[in-house]
């Protein structure tokens, strides 16, 4: 029984030493608010390192092929279809920029053309095996949201 007890505790400390991990909030989950996401998707900031490289994978984010960024002049083939991103941390909040990428259709409205890249509502005829999938993790969210961040004039 005193052995128990022992690892009992010992259980206890080893469970408040270890480092909690926030929750990843859901796609479905995301609250916005006057055109604004407050509340990280991960509770774990982003990382502008990370942000930079999914902002310019074609395979990932994309951004550069509608969006000119003066930060990226070595790659090819900067798009003008979106604002140049120049300054966007002047122009944005941390929290707009959220809301923007998780579905800038939440805040610009169904016209605009750029997708929600943490959200299921993107239209008709999605590819089956993308079907219940985003474009970008919470994570990837947060670092795009982390190197715009440092986009300043």
Not at 72 to 90: I, R, S, T, W
Not at 99 to 106: F, G, L, P, R
């Amino acid at each position: 029984m005193f052995g128990g007890r022992k690892l009992l505790a010992a259980s206890i400390a080893a469970a408040m030493t270890m480092p909690v991990l926030a929750a990843e909030t859901a796609p479905a989950d995301v609250v916005f608010d006057d055109f604004a996401v407050t509340s990280s998707l991960t509770g774990a900031p982003g990382s502008p390192e990370e942000g930079a490289k999914v902002f310019k994978n074609r395979s990932l984010g994309n951004c550069l092929a509608c969006h000119a960024n003066a930060d990226m002049p070595d790659d090819l083939f900067h798009g003008n279809v979106g604002p140049e991103m120049n300054g966007v941390a002047d122009r944005w909040s941390p929290e707009q920029l959220r809301a923007i990428i998780v579905d800038s259709k939440k805040v610009f409205g169904e016209e605009t053309v750029m997708p929600g890249f943490y959200s299921l509502d993107v239209g008709i005829n999605v590819r089956k095996d993308l079907v219940g999938k985003t474009i970008l993790t919470a994570q990837q969210v947060e670092d795009v949201v982390a190197y715009l961040g440092t986009l300043k004039e």
